[in-house]
């Protein structure tokens, strides 16, 4: 084999795989990404089960040429432990997904053979009952709404990548017909004059634009999002990744 071939593949091999989003019954899902893909948003989501969807949202601390072998590990481990834990009818989500965090967290470290950040939102959605198991860990607040507004769901635990034993919390919410779930990265809210949070996007604006937005499909939604920052940043320059995800519950 010719090293170049040879030094390409491996390169190729420690890359995340993209993410294909699964079909589910009464709702749908969707991801949007602006700016260079230099920095470390991923996101990802599979079937894990006939009932259940596994999703999640991760900010890797570093730039993509240094973070993507971590990003690999991180996804490998949220594909297969994902499918192991929450294949069975009568698992319970909460302690399922307390596992599946505590194990990306490990793997992060392992990866990266030290302290690493990893802010992370994974989730996973029951298409039967409509309800939602999520562990935030350190990431931006999860947008929640539906008929009576919208609601934060904020940090259950601490940043992935820190601590081997730290576990966070994984609380479970239901989400009625038409309500929607939006995931935002921290470039979307910090972008703007970086370093001034005075002027930057802020969270409270992306709630704005949830709320008046129509939540006809989730592909549209992150658009609406994300060109939101796009010309609140008014031309500059991204130094960052922007990533926004939306799951609607359409019955």
């Known amino acids: 084999m010719h090293p170049l071939f040879r030094q390409r593949s491996q390169v190729l091999a420690i890359e995340p795989l993209p993410a294909v989003f699964p079909t589910i019954r009464g709702a749908e899902i ?26 999640g949202l991760l900010d890797v601390a570093g730039r993509r040429e ?11 481990t949220f594909r297969s432990l994902g499918v192991e834990l929450f294949s069975r009818p009568e698992a319970n989500e909460s302690d399922a997904m307390t596992e599946l965090s505590l194990d990306i967290n490990r793997k992060v470290i392992e990866t990266s053979k030290g302290v690493h950040p990893c802010p992370a939102f994974i989730a996973c959605y029951h298409e039967r009952f409509g309800t939602l198991c999520y562990t ?15 609601v934060e769901l904020g940090s259950t635990g601490l940043p992935l990548g820190l ?27 910090e972008c703007g004059e ?33 060109d939101l920052a796009r010309n609140f940043n008014a031309g500059r320059s991204f130094c960052d990744d922007l990533t926004a995800l939306a799951l609607i519950r359409t019955a």
Do not use: W
């Open 30 to 55: 969707a991801a949007s990404v602006i700016g260079h893909r230099v920095a470390g948003d991923f996101y990802d989501s599979l079937r894990v089960s006939p009932e259940r969807i596994l999703f």
């Open 66 to 76: 240094e973070n993507a072998s971590i990003l690999a590990a991180a996804q490998q």
């Open 136 to 150: 935030n860990a350190g990431h931006t607040p999860g947008l929640l709404r539906d008929s009576k507004g919208i």
């Open 163 to 189: 601590f081997s034993h730290a576990t966070a919390d994984a609380p479970i919410v239901g989400l009625e017909k038409g309500a929607a779930l939006m995931l935002v990265s921290r470039g979307v809210v």
């Open 194 to 226: 970086r370093g001034e949070p005075a002027n930057e996007l802020g969270l409270e604006r992306v709630k704005q634009a949830f709320k008046q937005a129509p939540l006809n499909h989730a592909q549209s939604l992150c658009t609406t999002i994300l």
